[in-house]
């Protein structure tokens, strides 16, 4: 392959060609504070509706396709599996106070993970587990992983990662003893060396673990001093895309070395007042955000052809669509 050099600003002629906003098919003027997850399966990108737990799947065009209501607070994760889409929710969202702030408000039943069929009815519901941190803790899922079994992350609760049987059995869990994890926000599943692993988005460790899914071991750190606050994650080919809260989506190689930082924000604009919004007289509003860089990636998903989907954490969300392969050629390469 070709090795990338790492630059501060983005081929920035490249990026800017390669740049689409999807944000119209999010209802406009929405004032419901998005926290989404991505994913994308049989020619749709599936992500949530940034008031609403509704599920809207969209096309490369984006045209809605397909719309489901789901009876949760929040959808945060989703994972595209055959008739199933899998949907994590940690039971609470920021929503509009009355007051031009947002509180947090919760729902019925807590957190949970629902399995749903492509008719909108529930398969599967996955609850609380019943473990000894869940009396100090509650269960706030935040991302979900479709393999031979299925993978949890309680990324907003007891920091830990759980595997259940397809029929919703607690089969084991990581974080409990041996690894210490720090908001867990996010798992994927990694076979570009031809072996299967779980990825663990350890934000708060600011860290990617790899993970042997047979003993939960893990074997290696990915990240370190590349990553800030990795939020969402997905394989294209033999890199890595990681979704950085810290406004940037990072790109890693086979090697898990950095390629780039794409679309990176200055770091003022992570430091004003009520980022990942903005405060106008007082009140909460959705930012300013410009092309070509990013406010708050929370997570993305990839088609097979490189066109990559950037979901963002702020007051009414944002879609966004990057061609990878063009913005790779654009980069500056060196020989291996």
């Known amino acids: 392959m070709t090795a990338h050099t790492a630059s501060s600003v983005t081929a920035a002629v490249g990026l800017a060609a390669a740049w689409k906003d999807y944000s119209g098919i999010l209802p406009p003027a929405s004032k419901g504070w998005a926290h989404p ?3 994308y399966a049989d020619g749709v990108y599936f992500t ?11 096309d490369g065009e984006g045209r809605i396709r397909w719309t489901a209501d789901v009876p949760a607070r929040e959808i945060h994760g989703i994972q595209a599996d055959g008739d199933l ?14 007051h031009g702030g947002y509180a947090t408000r ?21 609850g609380q587990p019943a473990l000894r941190a869940y ?27 759980h595997r259940y049987s397809r029929s919703g059995d607690l089969l084991g869990t990581i974080g409990l003893e041996g690894v210490s994890l720090n908001n867990p926000h996010s798992i994927a599943w990694d076979s570009r060396a031809g072996k299967d692993q779980l990825l663990i988005a350890d934000r708060g460790n600011s860290r990617i673990l790899a993970v042997d899914p047979a003993t939960g071991q ?18 294209w080919q033999e890199f890595l895309i990681v979704a950085d809260l810290n406004g ?18 200055r770091s003022d604009a992570l430091d004003r007042v009520g980022w990942p919004n903005a405060v106008n007289d007082g009140s909460t509003v959705r930012p300013h955000v410009d092309p070509g860089t990013f406010n708050a990636p929370h997570d993305v998903a990839v088609t097979p052809e490189g066109q990559l989907m950037v979901c963002e954490w702020m007051i009414g969300g944002r ?9 790779l050629s654009a980069l500056p390469a060196t020989a291996e």
């Open 37 to 39: 997850g991505m994913d």
């Open 48 to 58: 949530t509706d940034p008031a609403e737990a509704r599920v809207l799947a969209f």
């Open 85 to 98: 889409i899998w949907l994590a929710d940690p039971g609470n969202k920021e929503c509009p106070d009355g």
């Open 106 to 126: 919760e729902g019925e039943g807590g957190g949970q993970v629902l399995a749903l069929r492509r008719d909108g009815s529930i398969a599967l519901r996955i």
């Open 135 to 161: 009396e100090r803790s509650a269960f706030r899922p935040t991302s979900v992983v479709a393999a031979e079994d299925i993978w949890v992350a309680d990324g907003y609760g007891a920091d830990l990662v």
């Open 218 to 235: 893990v074997n290696r750190v990915i990240g370190e001093g590349v990553v800030q606050r990795p939020s969402g994650m997905t394989v």
């Open 248 to 265: 940037r989506v990072t790109v890693l190689d086979a090697n898990d070395q950095l390629v780039d930082h794409l679309g990176a924000s």
């Open 319 to 327: 879609l966004t669509a990057l061609d990878l392969p063009a913005i």
